[in-house]
């Protein structure tokens, strides 16, 4: 009992003294568009219009929550996570050549219905990374009925002299690529757009050059092609020895529609020597396929981990959650 008490209250003061050297707050920075380009066959809609309606649940609502304190705020104002979605949503699926309006006033047909946004935040020690795990679903009225479009995105960092240093890997980042994601998944499930061959290459070109910080996000850049010509280049790249870029091509065979590689995604789920955050975006990007076989082992995951109340398993339960 003694031993028990004194283990709760060490991991109590080092929450406190995590909190106690985190800011209250975040300057973080509004997402800008990728520019990445579709090809917009000549039937295309010249214009779209959807609502976007906020259906979280009411214990969902706070947009950044975790161990440390950390809202999140743009030019002094707090994120209001669904007006927010909408602006950034629209202007990325501008930047594509999608010209789509919409609105979170607005609650008409076809909509975007939001089940889950929010940033939840994790550190356990002053000398592990600040790590946040930002979630995002939606049901999204499309031409072929109702379809649920989810968004996992991990990042870490550890700050070495001050928490500013992990506002860009760690908030703007999982911002940009959330919005990123959804609008890639969106542009498909609406439209069936996809980049051209080239764009494809371009990227593939870039990856396998000189390698810099970012080379991870040429890497979501090519799942978020749409292109099943990028597959071959992401599975050499889920054994990649560079967390974040592993991590990127993993997600990113979920992202493209990769359905021949539920066995890949499903062993590296399952591989008990990979990190954590592997299994959690190998989870997701199994998720994202939407199959018979990955819908049914997703809703068996589900009740396995139902009982489980270890960290991880939470996690995982809550990545389930963004396609149940």
């Known amino acids: 009992m003694f031993i028990r008490r004194f283990a709760t209250g060490v991991a109590l003061l080092a929450t406190l003294a995590l909190g106690a050297c985190a800011p209250p707050n975040y300057a973080a920075k509004a997402p800008s568009p990728s520019g990445l380009k579709y090809v917009v066959s000549a039937g295309a809609p010249k214009d779209a219009a959807f609502s976007m309606i906020d259906e979280r649940r009411a214990d969902g609502k706070i947009f950044s929550t975790g161990v440390l304190p950390a809202e999140l705020k743009i030019d002094g104002a707090p994120i209001d996570p669904i007006p927010f979605l909408a602006t950034h949503l629209q202007a990325e699926l501008a930047s594509r050549g999608l010209p789509t309006t919409v609105s979170d006033k607005s609650a008409a047909s076809p909509s975007i219905r939001v089940k889950h946004y929010r940033m939840e935040n994790m550190r356990t020690s002053g000398y592990t990374p600040f790590i946040t795990l930002t979630y995002l679903s939606a049901d999204v009225e499309t031409p072929a009925g109702v379809t649920r479009l989810g968004v996992f995105v ?32 969106f542009a498909n499930a609406i439209y069936g757009f996809r980049a051209d061959d080239a764009t494809v290459q371009s990227l593939t070109a870039k990856i396998n050059g000189t390698r810099t910080p970012d080379t991870f996000l040429d890497v979501y850049a090519l799942g978020f092609t749409n292109n099943p010509s990028a597959v071959d280049t992401l599975i050499g790249l889920t054994k990649d020895s560079q967390e974040y870029v592993r991590q990127a091509a993993i997600s990113s065979l979920g992202n493209i529609g990769a359905t021949t590689q539920f066995g890949l995604l499903k062993t590296l789920y399952q591989d008990p020597q990979v990190s954590w955050q592997d299994h959690c975006i190998a989870l997701k990007a199994i998720g994202d396929l939407n199959t018979d076989e990955s819908k049914g082992f997703i809703a068996a995951e589900a009740k396995k981990l139902g009982s489980d109340s270890s960290k991880e398993s939470q996690v995982l339960s809550r990545i389930l959650s963004l396609y149940l």
């Open 154 to 185: 991990t990042r870490g960092k550890t700050p070495v002299w001050s928490f500013d240093e992990i506002v860009e890997p760690t908030l703007n980042q999982p911002l940009a690529l959330g919005i990123r994601e959804f609008a890639s998944k």
